[in-house]
């Protein structure tokens, strides 16, 4: 999925060392209001692999709770039990990630 092709909502949870240039990203995702973007200052490639020597606990369930919230916004109430069964799919999908 490129930045440039999606209309989907996406959250990009972007290191703030490490990565190409922040500049460059910025203007890649600029006028697109359906991506929301995060930078984590401090934190290096691999920040919310639990295990990892750059894991960085603060700022990997900051990504999680903000990840969570933006599938929040685009599903919406969870009445229809098929939608509830998508979000916990999705919600164990990110967990295992942490």
């Known amino acids: ?5 999606t209309t989907n909502p996406t959250a990009f949870h972007i290191p703030g060392h490490g990565t190409r240039d922040q500049h460059e990203i910025e203007t890649a995702l600029a006028g697109k209001p359906h991506i929301e ?3 984590y200052a401090g934190c290096t490639m691999a920040f919310i692999v639990t295990g990892s020597e750059n894991y960085d606990k603060p700022a990997a369930l ?3 709770s903000r ?3 933006m599938l929040r ?3 919406g109430p969870l009445d229809d039990p098929h939608v ?3 979000t916990v799919l999705c919600i164990s999908a990110v ?3 942490l």
């Open 67 to 69: 990840t969570l919230s």
């Open 95 to 97: 967990r295992a990630l």
């Open 84 to 86: 509830l069964c998508f």
């Open 37 to 39: 973007r995060y930078v």
């Open 62 to 64: 900051m990504a999680y």
């Open 73 to 75: 916004k685009a599903i």
């Open 1 to 5: 999925m490129s930045a440039r092709s």
